[in-house]
């Protein structure tokens, strides 16, 4: 069974607070999504590989430890995922990034995948799936599907707000792919929509609604 983290650092908590409140404008909302996305890949990459490097300073050589190469890509799933690339990159801004776009159809609620582009050597990296909302799985699952397909072996998957049917439909047919979310809500509602959630995430971030 794969791992859920829930964020529980205050600052986190905080901003998520903060975006939860249907009067926050767009701008407010794009910073703290960047701002949390930070924060987050901050903990998420804590168990990336380290090694040994002789590093001279203006006083001595020595020894100290840096990323042993371990290649990252960043995949956001289209369009809310987007808010989150950039406040990642700040900290590893080396990573790559893939795109995979997909919308929820209103009524079904089935993802429909519309775009996806991978750096090619997907298969050599670890993959992180961006995406600020986890509601009924099926956007994740299939995201992570079509990264399975094409060679994606470490897959993680980093969402703001997620709903417990969300978690275990990604847990159950993708058990090998770890969770971490800043906030598990209580369910969905008859729309799909996470409850208490914070809205669509996508038109908050975009202005589209
Ligand atoms: O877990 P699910 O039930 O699949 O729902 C979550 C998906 O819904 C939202 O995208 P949406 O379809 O609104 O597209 P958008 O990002 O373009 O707004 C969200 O960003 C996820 O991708
Ligand atoms: O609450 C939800 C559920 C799916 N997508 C969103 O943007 N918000
Ligand atoms: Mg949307």
Redesign the pocket.
């Known amino acids: 069974m794969s791992k859920l983290t829930v964020f529980d650092h205050p600052l986190i908590q905080h901003k998520l607070t903060i975006i939860r409140d249907k009067n926050v404008g767009t701008k407010e909302f794009r910073e703290i999504v960047d701002e949390i996305a930070s924060l987050m890949a901050y903990e998420v990459t804590r168990d990336l590989p380290t090694e040994d490097v002789e590093v001279e300073t203006p006083v001595a050589i020595t020894v100290k430890k840096q990323l042993a190469g371990k290649k990252l890509a960043i995949v956001p799933i289209l369009r809310?995922g987007l808010g989150m690339v950039d406040g990642i990159m700040k900290l590893i801004p080396a990573a790559r990034i893939g795109h995979i776009g997909m919308y929820?159809d209103e009524e079904s609620l089935e993802p429909i995948e519309y775009f996806i582009k991978l750096p090619e050597d997907i298969d050599q990296r670890e993959v992180l799936v961006v995406d600020p909302?986890l509601?009924t799985g099926g956007s994740a699952n299939m995201a992570i599907d079509a990264l399975k397909k094409r060679g994606a072996q470490t897959i993680k998957l980093i969402t703001l707000v997620s709903a417990p049917q969300g978690v275990e439909a990604v847990q159950t047919a993708h058990p090998d792919v770890d969770i971490f979310t800043a906030g598990l809500d209580e369910k969905l509602n008859e729309h799909?929509?996470?409850v208490p959630?914070l809205?669509?995430?996508?038109d908050r971030l975009f202005g589209t609604h």
Do not use: E, V
């Open positions: 809310a929820r909302m509601a799909g929509y996470i959630g809205g669509d995430a996508g």
